[in-house]
């Protein structure tokens, strides 16, 4: 059974940093991997997905990672803002269906 | 559509009683999939359609939980005899197929069973 595991699980740093949430899991047989924001009492947005044959994809401010072997994917988040304060889940797919880790909580303090 | 909808945004029921939760998917997309959030707990897998069929319904947590989807379009979720722990943050989602395509999210339906 996949699991997913997402560390920290929350996070408080000052406006400009630059930081890197970590997501594990066990099984590599994945298609591919997705993070994804969550703001409170809202639903889920997509930042990056990640195939499974490919190493990172970027966007903006965000770059994300793909160890497959070893199961694990980083998003680095470069000079963070205020604005960036949300829970960020990571998922993996395999098969049809996605696992999510419990999420990591960020908060950026201005 | 612009995004995935759903309807109710929030719910409040007694125990005991039955709920309907919708989805409306992004216009085109075939597949749909339904997940739970629990409070204090990661999203968890329910239910996902090809179509208007259901090929892995292994996440339903009980028989009291059933779902369907008509025109490959809307889908309803059904609770009976609703329970407290069946309160949770409903989300559904849809991608333009069932494969590798990214998931788009509604902002979910919030159930409270009292």
């Known amino acids: 059974k996949q699991e997913v595991t997402q560390i920290p699980a929350a996070l408080s740093v000052p406006e400009g940093e630059n930081l890197v949430l970590n997501c594990s899991f066990t099984d590599s047989a994945i298609y591919n991997l997705q993070w994804f924001r969550q703001d409170p009492g809202k639903g889920l947005t997509s930042l990056l997905l990640?195939?499974?044959?490919?190493r990172e994809q970027t966007s903006g401010r965000l770059n994300a990672s793909l160890d497959k072997s070893s199961g694990r994917s980083t998003l680095y988040i470069a000079a963070s803002q205020p604005g960036d304060s949300a829970t960020y889940l990571c998922a993996v797919r395999g098969g049809n269906k996605l696992v999510f880790g419990a999420g990591t909580i960020l908060r950026v303090k201005s | 559509g612009a995004g995935v909808s759903q309807s109710p945004s929030n719910k409040v029921t007694e125990k005991g009683k039955d709920v309907e939760l919708r989805c409306d998917p992004i216009s085109g997309h075939t597949a749909l999939y339904w997940y739970r959030q629990s409070l204090g707990q990661g999203l968890e897998f329910l239910i996902y359609f090809q179509g208007n069929s259901a090929p892995d319904k292994s996440g339903l947590p009980s028989d009291r939980f059933s779902a369907e989807r008509t025109g490959g379009s809307v889908s309803t979720l059904t609770i009976q005899r609703t329970q407290q722990e069946d309160s949770a943050v409903y989300l559904c989602?849809?991608?333009?197929?069932?494969?590798?395509?990214?998931?788009?999210f509604g902002p979910g339906t919030r159930l409270l069973v009292l």
């Open positions: 989602a849809s991608s333009l197929d069932v494969g590798m395509e990214t998931q788009y």
């Open positions: 990640i195939q499974s044959s490919q």
